[in-house]
């Protein structure tokens, strides 16, 4: 037995030709450039914020944007489902490049014969041929030496389907960025809201109270304290319906970042850009070049390539090497330990047309994502021109908006004097104060709408984000 253990040793570092097995995620051998190939990592991890502390329960939790969108991609399942899709492609390239090393197996028999078969030898005694009792162990080693292409084809396609995967997870972080950043200017917004109905509500008070006063001095008429009555009652709705538009934005957040319904937010207003000018036709070309949908159907098409290629290698040759050693119960004409190595050649004559049929397939289906490439290129270059036109519309009425509350707030200052000093009535106070809040309602609107348009011009060309990505996000795509 010993020889046949030293026999083995001597075996074991024999390996296949081909490339070494490549860690998860570094770019395989391709089948060929697929169309607008790109490099990717548009979106790469940065270091992450500060990290949010433990809130006190009694105490609203402070969030800005980026603290909100870092929670939001550690609690999305969305985001824990691709990255178990990404280790689960880099496992399979683990499979893929298993063929690369010795396989090493272990069987055993026992047979029981009867009668035993022997013969007379020459010196009277008898050789057994079968003897009654059989056992045999044996230690089967394989190693493939050179598959004509199957291993290298096979790795490489996992490989390229493993980036695509990878490709697909960014876009899904670039989709929840994009979402959790809407929903929280949606939620300052409706605070904003609130605020503003709050201002209104308490300029009708005053109005209400002024109007009072002037009715008891004989200086105005009824209609004027009743106009206020009705004015104040509509106000009072307009805060109830904020109020509830507030609270509805607020637990869509926290539904996001995964906190408790109950839990208080103190949300830090937003930074809008005053001034943003986008290149439109340079934000084309970097979509193009970057968006995370293209690059994962440029690895897709080069993955199906590969697997054609893969497939048309089934009628190549194979050579391998095979060593067999037995322990054995001896008998006439064979030993009690045997060990046997030879060269295995399978070369394929007729398959009765399967391989080709499969060739055909995998070609079309080459086909099918050179098209939806195609069909998603234009939609993306659709997307940037919305997105810039967007920007640029949403850029000049922020402008528009902030000059009407000054004119606003200067017709409501006005109208004020006016009407404590008896030259208007109070329909004209009533209009400037209805006019300001929703003046002020309309320059928050621009604001949000402003915000909106530079985070979906960021997704659409799938530029540098402004808010960091933990590391983690990406750590944790590695197999274990």
Not at 170 to 195: D, S
Not at 390 to 418: C, F, G, N, W
Request: charge should be negative; proline fraction near 7%; hydrophobic fraction near 40%.
């Amino acid at each position: 037995m010993r020889a046949l253990m030293l026999c083995f040793l001597l075996l074991l570092p024999v390996q296949a030709q081909g490339p070494a097995m490549p860690a998860a995620g570094q770019t395989a051998p391709s089948a060929g450039p697929a169309p607008g190939q790109v490099t990717p990592g548009a979106t790469q991890p940065v270091a992450a914020p500060d990290p949010i502390p433990t809130p006190d329960p009694d105490q609203p939790t402070r969030l800005d944007v980026t603290q909100a969108v870092t929670l939001a991609l550690q609690a999305s399942p969305t985001l824990a489902e691709y990255r178990a899709r990404v280790r689960e492609a880099a496992y399979r390239i683990d499979e893929a490049s298993a063929g690369y090393f010795p396989r090493l197996g272990f069987q055993a028999g026992y047979s029981n014969i009867q009668p035993e078969v022997s013969f007379p030898g020459d010196d009277g005694s008898n050789i057994v041929i079968t003897p009654t009792n059989n056992y045999n162990l044996r230690l089967v080693l394989d190693q493939a030496i050179y598959t004509f292409g199957r291993l290298e084809w096979a790795t490489a396609a996992a490989e390229l389907t493993e980036l695509s995967i990878r490709e697909q997870y960014r876009r899904e972080i670039e989709n929840l960025m994009l979402t959790t950043a809407l929903e929280f200017g949606a939620a300052i917004l409706a605070n904003q809201a609130v605020e503003i109905a709050q201002a209104n509500l308490k300029a009708r008070e005053l109005q209400l109270r002024d109007a009072q006063t002037l009715f008891e001095a004989g200086k105005v008429a009824r209609f004027d304290v009743l106009r206020g009555e009705t004015d104040l009652s509509n106000a009072r709705q307009t805060l109830i319906q904020a109020q509830t538009r507030h609270n509805l934005a607020n637990a869509r957040l926290l539904s996001r970042l995964n906190l408790p319904p109950t839990r208080k937010l103190e949300l830090v207003p937003l930074s809008v850009e005053r001034t943003f000018q986008p290149d439109q036709a340079a934000g084309r070309e970097q979509a193009v070049q970057e968006r995370p949908e293209l690059q994962a159907l440029d690895f897709a098409i080069q993955a199906a390539e590969a697997r054609v290629n893969l497939v048309g290698a089934e009628l190549n040759p194979n050579l391998s090497l095979r060593t067999l050693a037995e322990q054995r119960t001896a008998s006439g004409f064979t030993p009690s330990q045997q060990v046997t190595t030879g060269l295995v050649l399978d070369i394929p004559i007729f398959d009765g047309g399967l391989t080709p049929a499969r060739v055909a397939q995998g070609k079309e289906v080459v086909e099918q994502l050179t098209q939806s490439r195609e069909e998603t290129r234009r939609a993306v270059l659709l997307e940037v021109d919305q997105a810039y036109l967007d920007l640029i519309s949403a850029q000049e009425q922020l402008k528009v908006a902030r000059q009407t509350t000054i004119q606003a707030t200067e017709s409501e200052r006005v109208a004020q004097v006016r009407y404590r000093s008896g030259v208007s009535t109070s329909l004209e106070l009533q209009d400037a104060i209805t006019e300001l809040s929703r003046a002020r309602f309309g320059e928050a609107t621009a604001e949000f709408d402003f915000f909106s348009a530079q985070c979906r011009w960021y997704r659409a060309v799938s530029g540098k984000s402004p808010i960091p990505i933990p590391d983690a996000l990406y750590e944790r795509t590695s197999p274990e």
